[in-house]
């Protein structure tokens, strides 16, 4: 269980919601925020760590649908757990493809319930792993020089220092000390290496040059 960093957040105007699911949620030792409705929690800052919203899709004002659209357009990234008595499966559809984690009918069961939100918790937190990984990754090639970053791309679809330095039009010597700095720089000692920092940056691979598309 995601317990102890995540926070799992409950909207729903109907306050014996609200408070239903706060007993079963700290029943089962989840840290619970309620909220009468989706604009009350927009107006909170995003937690740090993992996080659960469940939502009610029927709701005055902003319902839960477009509350899901509003979290997107802020780059936000709350897993959702959609909860109604009134769904249909256009709706449902809808929700799931935007990236709901998943859509309960009223009345659901408590264990139901519960193993939607541990694997929110458990895609949130893997979420934030990856973009921790992709901001460290990202800041460890800033670090390089344009001449390193290119020198970097062309070790990286597997070619030799004195091919590299055909390409670029400089000594092999040169390309060796480059490489030399970029493996420094980055912390690693392989291509292999290498090839994983690029993939946690999300860097697309460079084409080899003369490779046929």
Do not use: W
């Not at 290498?194 to 084409?207: G, N």
């Amino acid at each position: 269980m995601i317990a102890s960093t995540g926070v799992v957040f409950v909207i729903d105007d109907d306050q014996s919601m609200r408070k239903s699911l706060e007993r079963l949620l700290d029943a089962a030792c989840y840290k619970v925020e309620l909220f009468k409705s989706a604009s009350e929690f927009l107006s909170r800052s995003a937690h740090a760590g993992p996080s659960c919203v469940i939502v009610d899709v029927q709701m005055p004002e902003l319902n839960g649908i477009d509350f899901q659209k509003a979290l997107i357009d802020c780059n936000r990234e709350e897993q959702l757990v959609f909860i109604t008595g009134h769904g249909d499966v256009p709706m449902c559809a809808k929700a799931m493809k935007a990236g709901a984690v998943d859509f309960l009918p009223k009345p659901f069961k408590p264990k139901q319930l519960l193993e939607s939100v541990e694997r929110a918790l458990t895609r949130s937190a893997e979420q934030r792993r990856r973009a921790s990984e992709k901001n460290h990754a990202g800041g460890l090639l800033e670090q390089l020089t344009p001449r390193e970053y290119e020198v970097m791309q062309l070790v990286a679809t597997g070619m030799l220092n004195k091919q590299v330095g055909g390409e670029l039009g400089m000594a092999e010597k040169t390309v060796k000390t480059h490489r030399a700095h970029v493996m420094q720089k980055l912390h690693i000692t392989s291509v292999a290496e290498l090839m994983r920092v690029l993939q946690k940056a999300e860097v697309p691979p460079t084409v080899r040059p003369g490779t046929k598309v």
